[in-house]
């Protein structure tokens, strides 16, 4: 399901949080794909490992809010998790996950074209990484505008370890916290006690 898939690729700043209380992860991401579809261009998302367990999904829009959820995945397909809007100031995040990257968006790839990556995969791959590029040059578009078979998706930002210090304001830090401790109860309630410790 596309809205699953979209949580995987889905701070100096001054923010308030639009919603004070988490919500379940994919109420967010509703939104967050309606949003989307309405105006797909300017996006961009972040993946660190969280502090605790599961990941941090930092989803940002073009307006500049952005939405933050907290993972943590026993399989694929039926993540767990919680997430929560917030207002921002300017963000250093955001400027570290635009830096260099297109937005992340859907974009229709031909048939065509899919041929062309696929049987450069095995070879050097100057042709398909050309073609590559290509594609990610193309705007982003609404899903329900894509008619091909094939679409892809990205790109998405991925940092192997944790947020460095410096780049987590104290607020960002309380949110963290507020949303790890959401997390660990929804994992307890979902998997039992032995999951969590």
């Known amino acids: 399901m596309l809205e699953d898939r979209l949580m995987y690729w889905l701070a100096l700043t001054t923010y308030r949080s639009m919603s004070t209380q988490p919500e379940p992860y994919r109420d967010v991401l509703r939104r967050i794909l309606a949003e989307y579809n309405k105006k797909p261009k300017g996006w961009h998302v972040l993946v660190a490992k969280a502090r605790g ?31 929560v809007e917030v207002m921002e100031g300017e963000n250093m995040l955001r400027s570290i ?24 995969a095995g070879t050097s791959g100057s042709a398909s990484g050309k073609l590559f590029v290509d594609l990610m040059k193309r705007e982003p578009m609404p899903a329900s505008s894509i008619k091909t078979p094939f679409l892809l998706e990205g790109p998405v930002m991925r940092l192997r370890s944790t947020l460095h210090a ?32």
């Open 53 to 83: 367990m599961g990941h941090d999904v930092y989803v940002f829009r073009p307006e500049g809010t952005m939405a933050m959820l907290k993972l943590e995945s026993l399989s694929v397909p039926n993540p767990v998790g919680v997430g």
């Open 166 to 197: 410096p780049l987590v304001s104290p607020g960002q830090r309380d949110l963290d916290a507020m949303l790890q401790s959401e997390l660990e109860k929804l994992v307890r309630r979902t998997y039992g006690p032995a999951y969590t410790g």
């Open 97 to 120: 996950t635009e830096r260099g990257s297109h937005p992340f968006g859907l974009r229709p790839v031909p048939f065509d074209d899919l041929a062309e990556i696929l049987k450069g």
